[in-house]
RNA sequence: GGCCCCGUCGUCCAGUGGCCUAGGACGCCGGCCUUUCAAGCCGGAAACGCGGGUUCGAAUCCCGUCGGGGCUGCCA
């Protein structure tokens, strides 16, 4: 039978890099093993969910590349995908389970059970539920509830009893049933909880593996109890270390972690990310450090991943997305960079515009690690009332800079084509014949020219502005007094 | 506290008893190239948490210890 593999993001958040790599080795496991990849949306906490986060969640596997099979939006044989739509389905389990004996429903209220777990913990006794209602005959739980007594439904857990499964990343994993309580399964308003929806749902969409975050490792029992009770098959489980923030905790905003949809925004490329992302709990083998999504569906499985967890690291994700970014046809490089670069000069490009950009792309391509920095790179070339970095401006306050400038303004009068090469040629000839090197000479140009002291290679900079308006920028600074 | 998981350079990854004088990548430091910045090239510092075993031989196997993380909800 071909595997079947599922992401259950909640839409409680946009899509962060944890959820993404959950999903990329799913992806990754599924297409490896010409499987089955399922997006499902867990959304069982009505209080913290919200439309946008869902979409925002859907865009961004879109944008990584992680395109499902099967799920919300595209559909498949098992009905919604969608939890909020099949609350009748676990309402249904639920109560098949308490008529089984299998659960039983508990008339605790949620004021009770703080009361008591707060005893528990100040007495040093396990906060668990204390299984009380379970005791309770059922027939006369039966009549409670019919009189309409508020009741939720709990599991019951075999105790004694123990668990004992094989994760195929950590092996084989015992829990003892003496630490899993007898878990909440339907609220007391008919609502399922995760533990519920999640397993039904797994066994009703044929689930064959199950790879989740590590925190998801002590539900298992829970998990694997509530599948056979239900009668379904147990999956293969694999729980994915976590992936923590420099501080050595869970990733979280705190970090300043972003979601995925804002890496997007910010000009990374999504096999940079996917690259990246690849790279955290997992590796091709060897040395490689850059590879493809051919490469990682080729050699991907999930019993090599890393048992421990990894610290997000901002600045290479930073120097592989350079590294896509320069592998990438420079008109396609430009293709990515147009809406960036538009969005940071705040205008769209008139064609003599786009082509003064495509003179420069090849330039601004080797030094870019983030699309969204191509416009200030660039943005001498399209704005006449330049503001100078500090540093430009105290070089051009220099009374060294206007005379030096003047003397350039006159050199440029005889180039007669207006090219790199010729400039190059006549600059060059004019610091020689003032005494002055190449690094000194220049950045002056530099400032007055582009209004920075780093900018694309200067002769190819002035080449493109055209004659006009470098000399221009150039004789605003020569005709300064000093 | 209890339960579970984990432990190779600062970080990510390679390593599955001898090929390890522990390799690659990011970052860092130094140098080269050079019109600035990048890119590129060369070089450097930098790790098997600790202690016991097992073995002719341990980063690799076992035990302990210490450290870190996760869970401990009518959240997921």
Known sequence: MSSRLRIAPSPTGAMHVGTARTALFNWLYARHTGGTFIVRIDDTDEDRNEPRFEADILEGLRWLGLEWDEGVETGGPHGSYRQSDRYSRYAAAAEELVLAGKAYPCFCTPGELEERRREAEAAGRPPGYDGRCRNIDPAGAAARREAGEAAAIRFAMSRPGQTVFTDLIRGEITVDHDHVDDFV?????????????????????????????????????????????????????????????????????????????????????????????????????????????????????????????????????????????????????????????????????????????????????????????????????????????????????????????????????????????????????????????????????????????VSPPLFESMAVLGRDATLTRLKAVAARPG
């Open 185 to 453: 399964l339907l609220r007391s308003d008919g609502r399922p909880t995760y533990h519920l929806a999640s397993t039904v749902d797994d066994v009703d969409y044929e689930i064959s593996h199950v790879a989740r975050g590590e925190d998801l490792l002590p539900s298992t029992p829970r998990h694997i109890r509530l599948t056979l009770a239900l009668g379904g098959s147990v999956p293969t489980y694999a729980h994915i270390p976590l992936i923590h923030g420099p501080d050595g905790k869970r990733l979280s905003k705190r970090h300043g972690a972003r979601g995925v949809t804002e890496y997007r925004d910010a000009g990374y490329l999504p096999d940079a990310i996917i690259n990246y992302l690849s790279l955290l709990g997992w590796s091709p083998g060897g040395d490689v450090t850059v590879f493809s999504m051919a490469d990682s569906i080729a050699r991907f499985d999930l019993a090599d991943v890393q048992k421990n967890p990894a610290v997000f690291d901002q600045a290479k994700l930073d120097w592989m997305n350079g590294e896509y970014i320069r592998a990438l046809p420079v008109g396609e490089f430009m293709r990515r960079a147009h809406p960036y670069l538009e969005d940071g000069l705040g205008k769209s490009l008139r064609p003599e515009e786009w082509e003064r950009f495509e003179a420069m792309a090849g330039l601004v391509q080797e030094r870019t690690r983030l699309l969204a920095e191509v416009a200030d790179q660039v943005r001498f070339l399209f704005e006449d009332d330049l503001q100078p970095t500090p540093e430009a401006a105290k070089l051009l306050s220099d009374p060294a800079t206007a005379s030096l400038l003047a003397a350039v303004v006159t050199a440029l009068a005889d180039v007669v084509d207006w090219n790199h090469e010729q400039l190059e040629t006549t600059l060059r000839g004019l610091l020689e014949n003032l005494g002055l090197s190449a690094r000194k000479g220049l950045q002056p140009i530099r400032a007055a020219v582009t209004g920075s002291l």
